[in-house]
């Protein structure tokens, strides 16, 4: 079955360490996005992608980077971890622009110390 | 501003009892649409329904139904004879067509329900 999958689940890093999340979808999606979950804030966009080698920033991208090298895959990057992006993380992927929910993996959980 | 308020933080009920979650949006476009999420404790996020800017008419599945009110810009969720199967936190979201439909999520109301 198709489906979207981010690893690792869990992940614990220091401050100032580059990180890297990973996002895999399996449903051909062209769009996808990346977001935080924090209490109170429900989620917030952080970048998202509509195709190869497209990029985008959201709401709150300072910190954070992504590239899209291929159609399944959306790596998210934190260049030097901060103890403010303690946080969930969610990928997300929709098949196009004229489609509209979203659908998102599993989430990360990552702890900067 | 925040485009979608979801003003009730936790709302407990007992089991069986009916329960509203309440969502009010703004926009300025014509053509945008609306969405409910589920989150159970387990964590991932499950789509419930879309709803466009086009269409008021109030949706029913199972227990569940939805309110659409352009007059009022509210997307309210109700429940009927809650289960605590429902307990989980419920996001509310709006995407608009002209910031590429973008979407633009609630904070979410956190739902117990009590055996």
């Known amino acids: 079955d198709a489906e979207i999958t981010q690893s690792p689940r869990h992940k614990i890093t220091e401050t100032g360490r580059q990180v890297t999340l990973a996002c895999h979808q399996t449903w051909n999606h062209n769009n996808m996005f990346w977001y935080r979950q924090d209490l109170g804030h429900g989620l917030r966009l952080i970048h998202y992608?509509?195709?190869?080698?497209?990029?985008n920033k959201g709401e709150v991208s300072d910190g954070y980077s992504v590239s899209r090298s291929n159609t399944e895959d959306l790596p998210l990057t934190l260049e030097s971890a901060a103890s403010s992006q303690t946080s969930v993380y969610f990928c997300?992927?929709?098949?196009?622009?004229?489609?509209?929910?979203?659908?998102f993996g599993p989430g990360t959980r990552l702890t900067v110390t | 501003a925040q485009k979608v308020t979801q003003a009730q933080t936790e709302i407990s009920v007992v089991e069986k009892e009916d329960v509203t979650l309440d969502c009010v949006y703004e926009t300025r476009d014509t053509t945008y649409y609306l969405f409910w999420y589920k989150q159970p404790p387990s964590g991932e996020l499950v789509f419930l329904i879309r709803?466009?800017?086009?269409?008021?008419q109030n949706e029913i599945s199972g227990r569940y139904s939805w309110n659409f009110q352009k007059s009022t810009s509210s997307f309210n969720f109700t429940i009927t004879a809650s289960q605590v199967v429902d307990s989980a936190v419920y996001f509310c979201?709006?995407?608009?067509?002209?910031?590429?439909?973008?979407?633009?999520f609630g904070t979410g109301t956190s739902l117990t329900v009590i055996p």
């Open positions: 992608s509509y195709g190869v080698h497209d990029t």
């Open positions: 997300a992927s929709r098949p196009g622009l004229n489609s509209y929910e979203q659908y």
């Open positions: 979201a709006l995407s608009e067509v002209n910031t590429g439909n973008q979407f633009y």
């Open positions: 709803r466009n800017s086009f269409d008021e």
